[in-house]
Nanobody
């Protein structure tokens, strides 16, 4: 059974940092495309950062230069380092996985078969 478990969310002041983790199990982690999505209240779920099985990385324009996605294949864990956080980054952050997604479709949530339960990130003073 595929499981994705996010952690690391919380309350942080503007300009602060957080690191999210996604512990994966039940599949061959190194062969899957992995992504972070987020959903703010009243908004659509949007792609934030993605990393392919080959290690190619893609970011949404809104987080470029501030967020860094990485993965540890030995630990079956996906990370999202978030720096210079802004109030508009407030959302529930989800980890997603799928064995085969085309590069141009990495931020299409319909392409992913597996999702975590989400972790809340709140950026506020």
């Amino acid at each position: 059974e595929v499981q994705l478990v996010e952690s690391g969310g919380g309350l942080v002041q503007p300009g602060g940092s957080l690191r999210l983790s996604c512990a994966a199990s039940g599949f061959t982690f190194s062969t899957y495309a992995m992504s972070w999505f987020r959903q703010a209240p009243g908004k659509e779920r949007e792609g934030v950062a993605a990393i392919t099985s080959e290690g190619r990385i893609r970011y949404a324009d809104s987080v470029k230069g501030r967020f860094t996605i990485s993965k540890d294949n030995a630990q079956n864990t996906l990370y999202l380092q978030m720096n210079s956080l802004k109030p508009e980054d407030t959302a529930t952050y989800y980890c997603a996985a799928d064995p085969r997604i085309a590069w141009l479709l990495l931020f299409y949530r319909s392409q992913y078969n597996y999702w975590g339960q989400g972790t809340q990130v709140t950026v506020s003073s």
